[in-house]
């Protein structure tokens, strides 16, 4: 066996939860290994769509407009009956006001994760590809994984019989992050439990090179009877994702489907013609319903497909997985560098299993509407609701209630224990909110909190210019924290409700800590105290 190696976090997996983490560790200067089995980054597209959380998330790593030129913003989705257009949805810009990324955008997995390793590699650090984990043990101080090589016939059958401890390398960090799919082998070591359900239902992905008389950027639904047919413009000449479900399958354990069958239904849904002139890749599948009973267990943490799986619907699995890394990595930062106590890491568990358990639910609810075999149902589905949706998706009010759902931005932790609502009783936006996006100075105002710390942000009518207080918060706590005084605009007051001065604390993750009218240094000496253990 080689020598111990010791680093501070290892990660075990390298798809886009994984690779998000290592990038934001990077960011705060934290040291880590991240290995994975495969041999390098997936050359399927997979997960499709980039919501505008995650760009913003991107957007702090440089990488967002990057993948906005590569990717292809949604512009609508036609909702098609009997190969007629039913309703529309203008995606364009639903969220226009609300994120400086107002769109959905898609952008097939295979880019995301290649987006990320280039950013890994770029700041001098490197995946160990094919490389398992076999053992995990852990105690009050840290972790000692044991990974070895995957042989030739383990990356295509899954074998481990060919490997000896002799092979192995021992890795002692500190803290260890399982991002490593569904059939989580840290999830297994760790013997924590994954409830939830297998839906009957038989569904299809193909990736296919097809002729279509489709728009450029628009999405098609097409139902029938107990069909249904989504298909997606990718990047590319005739490029595009075809999913649907197989109820002539549903409730056999091992059905064999030929290619040619779905190719069929495609074309007996959509009702429109359609030649499909190559075939990239297709494959059935079962949708699981699933969560780690717990996201942490000691010094071991879960995220992305590892923690929860659900239904694809709304494209949330990816943005979700992203967003586990993101709210970890600050965490695990600041107890690792000694300005947060260890109980900061029990939020992991108590914000992203919460969220977990509302997205399992909402994307349940969505994907059997897609897919209900009950005749009402089908009936309302067909004829009503397509119009019915893109009828009130032209006003802003149910744009500013849709897009925040479909996007995340609008995931808060208002009930969870990082939230401190002394004060923000009268304010619109409360504590566990996300920062509302506003421009400001001809900007985004996101481009303010950049840097990975926490944010006190003084909204000033022009009367003071907090000099003092920005001096003595930068002074004492400049690793920690910095400050920003921003204009009292009208936009600000409409969103905050507020039309004097105020203060928030911003987390590094973008959701504020505490918002309030007592504008002093003790309100933010007093959180970092009481609320994350260091002042």
């Given at each position: 066996m080689n020598k111990t190696v010791k680093t501070d976090v290892l990660i075990v997996g390298a798809g886009p939860t994984g690779l998000t983490l290592a990038a934001q560790l990077i960011r705060y200067g934290i040291n880590f290994i991240?290995?994975?089995?495969?041999?390098?980054?997936?050359?399927?597209?997979?997960?499709?769509?980039?919501?505008?959380?995650?760009?913003?998330?991107?957007?702090?790593?440089?990488?967002?407009?990057?993948?906005?030129?590569n990717g292809e913003i949604a512009q609508e989705a036609d909702f098609l009956i009997n190969g007629r257009v039913g309703g529309k949805i203008d995606f364009g810009n639903m969220g226009q006001g609300l994120s400086p990324f107002p769109y959905m955008l898609i952008y097939e997995q295979s880019k995301t994760e290649q987006l990320l390793y280039d950013y890994l590699q770029k700041h001098g650090h490197e995946v160990q590809w094919g490389t398992k984990l076999t053992t995990l043990k852990q105690d009050q101080h840290g972790v000692v994984a044991m990974v070895m090589p995957v042989s030739e016939q383990e990356q295509t059958q899954a074998s481990s019989a060919a490997w000896t401890e002799e092979n192995g390398q021992a890795i002692e960090a500190k803290f260890v992050v399982g991002a490593d799919g569904a059939s989580s082998p840290?999830?297994?070591?760790?013997?924590?439990?994954?409830?939830?359900?297998t839906n009957a239902r038989m569904f299809f992905v193909a990736d296919v090179e097809m002729k279509f008389a489709g728009d450029a950027g628009t999405l098609y639904v097409a139902f029938h009877d107990n069909f249904f047919i989504l298909l997606v413009p990718m990047e590319g000449t005739q490029h595009w994702r075809l999913i649907g479900n197989l109820p002539d399958y549903d409730g056999q354990s091992e059905p064999q489907v030929n290619y040619e069958e779905i190719e069929q239904k495609v074309k007996d849904v959509i009702q429109q013609p359609l030649d499909v002139t190559k075939v990239r890749w297709f494959s059935t599948y079962r949708v699981h319903t699933r969560s780690a009973e717990t996201f942490s267990l000691g010094r071991c943490f879960l995220a992305g497909d590892a923690a929860h799986i659900h239904t694809p619907a709304g494209g949330q699995g990816m943005n979700t997985g992203i967003q586990d890394a993101y709210n970890l990595a600050w965490k695990v930062a600041f107890v690792l560098k000694e300005m947060a106590a260890d109980t900061l890491l029990a939020t992991y568990n108590e914000e992203r299993l919460e969220n977990a358990k509302k997205l399992l639910a909402s994307t349940d609810k969505f994907f059997d509407l897609m897919v209900n075999g009950n005749r009402l149902t089908r009936f309302l589905r067909d004829n009503f609701v397509p119009g019915l949706v893109g009828f009130l998706a032209q006003f802003g009010v149910t744009r500013e209630a849709i897009f925040p759902s479909i996007s995340q931005i609008g995931i808060n932790y208002r009930q969870q224990s990082l939230s401190q609502h002394v004060d923000d009783t009268d304010f619109r936006v409360k504590a566990g909110d996300r920062m509302p996006y506003f421009r400001v100075e001809g900007g985004n105002v996101y481009t303010h909190f950049h840097n990975p710390k926490f944010h006190v942000i003084l909204f000033s009518d022009g009367e003071q210019d907090f000099a003092n207080l920005t001096n003595s918060l930068t002074n004492q706590y400049s690793d920690r924290l910095d400050t920003t005084v921003l204009p009292l605009l009208p936009r600000v007051v409409h969103l905050f409700g507020i039309d004097e001065p105020f203060m928030v604390l911003l987390r590094p993750d973008g959701h504020i800590a505490l918002i309030s009218q007592t504008i002093n240094e003790f309100t933010v000496i007093n959180y970092l105290m009481n609320t994350i253990g260091k002042g």
């Open positions: 991240i290995i994975d089995q495969k041999d390098g980054v997936t050359n399927l597209s997979k997960a499709l769509v980039v919501h505008a959380r995650t760009l913003e998330i991107f957007d702090e790593l440089g990488l967002a407009q990057q993948a906005v030129v840290v999830r297994h070591l760790l013997n924590i439990g994954f409830e939830g359900t």
